[in-house]
């Protein structure tokens, strides 16, 4: 059963989109995302950054409902979500594009966008629209998805997504193991979608593109948010600091302002990014 709530907002501060609380989620025993509390509103470019392992895909599975979570609260526009299965959140406009993309491979690029449809709301995105935003794909609709190269396949888990005409799109490694030009190709259509009104929240390693695209920076470390800032109010080398904890927050344990290592964490920072795989 879809969640009942009150009216729209207006996805400001006030009125949240999605509203985090203290959310805590485990591999097994293992804490893997720590008291982590946001809110994101409507028309944020939310990127979270940090090293592998900080909790990032597992926050985002927790907020798709593909995760549990072991406490906390997760609301929808002021609703409590926690415990909804992941096909209601989609059909309430919250969609995850996974990390390694998970499409049907022995579907075609057509099947692949078009089963999707059932499962989301009305909106602006259709076939059409996501064709239009994603022009690479019209020429491959009846090739098979586990025939197309790294780009492709990702341009196809993002048009799948955008087909349930999401509210909230969570993009989990966006540019992982692929070309830079494929890179390229992803965030030109991704830019389309943003002008669209579609609230983004993105992991991504590559911190060039993260100041590049995002609103905001949230910066993991070993499961909890060591940093939440606007983009224009945090450099790289205070980015890199959080990174690699070099900095933490005013007050907690081990902190310290960035000092004259940041320039060596931002050129290992720089050389983090997976190697490049696939092929355009």
Known sequence: MSAVRPPEGEGNPVNPLLT???LN???????????????????????????????????????????????GTVRWQGVDITRMPANERVAEGLALVP???????????????????????????????????FPQLAPKLNAK?????????????????????????????????????AVQGVYEALRGVMGQGTTLVLVEQDLQRVQAVASRIVCMLEGSVVAD?????LTR????????GAQRP??????????????????HASHTHPAHKEAA
């Open 20 to 22: 985090i609380e203290s």
């Open 25 to 71: 989620a485990h591999h097994g025993q293992l804490p893997a995302v720590r008291n982590v509390s946001l809110q994101v509103c409507q028309g944020d470019i939310l990127a979270l950054v940090g090293a592998n392992g900080a909790g990032k895909t597992t926050l985002l599975r927790t907020l798709a409902g593909a995760h549990r979570a072991s406490s």
């Open 99 to 133: 990390e390694g993309r998970r499409l049907f491979t022995g579907m075609t690029v057509r099947e692949n966008l078009l089963v999707a449809r059932a499962a989301g709301r009305r909106g602006q995105w259709s076939f059409d629209t996501v064709l239009d935003a």
């Open 145 to 181: 998805a586990g025939e197309l190269s790294g780009g492709q396949q990702q341009a196809v888990a993002i048009g799948r997504a955008l087909m349930t005409n999401p509210r909230v799109l969570l993009l989990d490694e966006v540019s992982l193991g692929l070309s830079p030009l």
């Open 229 to 233: 800032a606007p983009a224009d109010q």
């Open 237 to 244: 080398a205070q980015i890199t600091a959080f990174y690699f």
């Open 250 to 267: 005013e007050g907690a344990p081990g902190s310290h302002t960035a000092g004259s290592a940041d320039g060596e964490a931002a050129n």
